[in-house]
């Protein structure tokens, strides 16, 4: 969806993105040369264009950044996140603006678009081919579908740019529009259609019932898909209750309008458990996958063999993937301005498999259009992380606590080593041949290994020397 945004715009959303990342909140000029690839004088035109907009756009309550000696340098009160910046420039968008003039005035031509945009003919065609090249990445011809299966495709990806670009800043349609799906989404809450409703999925599905009623206003009605229909017989009983419970003064509802949404939380993987099904995913497709994720995690470059007989990792990769694999993927990646070097700086070997995995996927065209999808990046990182032992992959760092304040003190700093996150660490008292960093108050002359002494407990400072020299031993312990 980035490609609908001004191109400058995109280039702040990326330059914010990088600085919000920054662990120190500051980089230098040349850091952001270097990055992205940018002169000197155009990456303090783009930043000065970035602090004006938060000024003028009242965003600096929120973040706020000053440069000072040839550095930027951020601030945030953590009361919100790039996701407002985002919405202001998709607000501003003439692309995205075009897609909502033709969304809700379906019989609109180019010259009322022009009008209504305050721009010149010229440019507005030039919007057009922008947004026409946008739909054509998701199989999309335009707004005149023809069929139910064209429809649904529409109005899944609408839905995702609308999620995407407004959260729950603002719902750009009419308020009787908004009641109404709102009273839907709340049926299907209490008819337990859906697992568990949280606020984003609330969100999501208030715009897709926006969506689905102005496009049904506009009498694009088609019956749900036949092969979907065992899925509305599968609800007959609670979309019976949806229609007993469907208010007389609101604008009828019908039941394919009812299955477009159960079709939509099939995909997306909603449904409570025992409704869902992987059976958009073929059996040579899952032997496949399974292959490949046997030889994408390594030790020493060596193929880490995963037991995954009694692993959860399976139903939830199962899950991931179907929501891709429908429709040669129309997932649209709503994190592309995410910076994700946390994880390939504190979980290297396992970014790295989940990388090998999913270029893997593609260059097999298993899955189309992942290989730079932030969101299913990280989507596929959190299920190996929650479901692999990921200790396995990680050099082990042997460290030897020996303090002279005694055993009781110890256990206080190996309290804190095994509350750090990202590293494969064994603790132990006694310093041996084994040992490759040396914690202690006193440094023996029998301690060649790497050392660290503390004479008071140790502070943030102490702790980031601490983790850098875990870094720097991990880093030399792959390469050997």
């Known amino acids: ?86 919405w202001v420039y998709c607000r501003r968008s003439l692309s995205f603006s075009f897609i909502d003039f033709m969304l809700k005035h379906s019989d609109a031509t180019i010259e009322e678009f022009s009008d209504e945009a305050y721009i010149s003919l010229t440019k507005a065609y030039k919007v057009r081919k922008a947004v026409r090249h946008f739909f054509k990445a998701y199989q999309i011809q335009g707004f005149d579908t023809q069929n139910a299966h064209d429809e649904f495709r529409l109005r899944l990806v609408l839905t995702q740019l609308y999620y995407h670009a407004f959260k729950d800043y603002e719902i750009p349609f009419e308020a009787v529009k908004v009641q109404r799906a709102d009273y839907l989404v709340d049926l299907i809450e209490k008819q337990g259609i859906i697992a568990t409703m949280t606020d984003a999925k609330r969100v999501f599905l208030t715009f897709y019932c926006l969506i689905a009623s102005t496009r049904l206003h506009q009498g694009f009605a088609f019956e749900v898909d036949p092969t979907w229909q065992p899925k509305l017989d599968e609800y007959r009983s609670q979309i019976e209750q949806v229609h007993a419970q469907w ?15 159960l079709q939509l939380l099939d995909i997306l993987g909603w449904e409570k458990e025992s409704h869902q099904k992987s059976n958009l995913l073929p059996e040579d497709f899952k032997t496949r996958v399974l292959e490949i994720l046997q030889s994408s995690f390594r030790k020493h470059h060596e193929p880490l063999q995963l037991n995954l007989s009694d692993s959860p990792i399976l ?32 979980y290297y070997e396992l970014y790295q498999g989940c990388l090998r995995f999913i270029n893997t996927l593609e260059d097999e065209q298993l899955l189309k259009k992942v290989r730079h999808h932030k969101t299913f990046i990280m989507e596929l990182i959190m299920i190996a992380l929650n479901n692999l032992d990921f200790k396995m992959l990680v050099p082990k760092i042997t460290v030897t606590v020996n303090f002279s304040l005694g055993m009781s003190y110890n256990r206080f ?66 390469c050997d």
Request: charged fraction near 25%; aromatic fraction near 14%.
């Open 315 to 346: 139903g939830k990769l199962w899950k991931l993937c179907q929501r891709y694999y429908y429709d040669d993927n129309i997932v649209l990646d709503g994190f592309f301005s995410t910076n994700l070097s946390v994880f390939e700086e504190n």
């Open 413 to 478: 700093i190996e309290s804190n080593l095994r509350a750090l996150p990202f590293n494969n660490i064994q603790i132990n008292n006694q310093y041996s041949a084994e040992t490759d960093i040396y914690l202690s108050d006193v440094l023996s002359r029998q301690v060649s290994s790497d050392y660290i002494i503390w004479n008071s407990p140790p502070n943030a400072v102490d702790w980031e020397v601490f983790g850098n020299l875990v870094a720097r031993i991990k880093e030399a312990k792959r």
């Open 247 to 261: 208010p007389k003064e609101m604008l009828p509802i019908n039941t394919d309008e009812i299955g477009y949404v």
């Open 1 to 86: 969806m980035e490609y609908l945004l001004e191109p400058e715009d995109y280039q702040s959303l990326l330059l914010f993105a990088y600085i919000e990342s920054s662990p120190t909140n500051a980089v230098s000029v040349k850091m952001i040369e270097d990055k992205f690839d940018l002169t000197y004088f155009k990456v303090n035109r783009l930043m000065g264009d970035l602090i004006q907009d938060l000024e003028k756009l009242d965003l600096d309550q929120y973040f706020y950044i000053e440069k000072e000696n040839g550095e930027y340098h951020y601030r945030k009160n953590g009361l919100d996140s790039i996701n407002r910046l985002l």
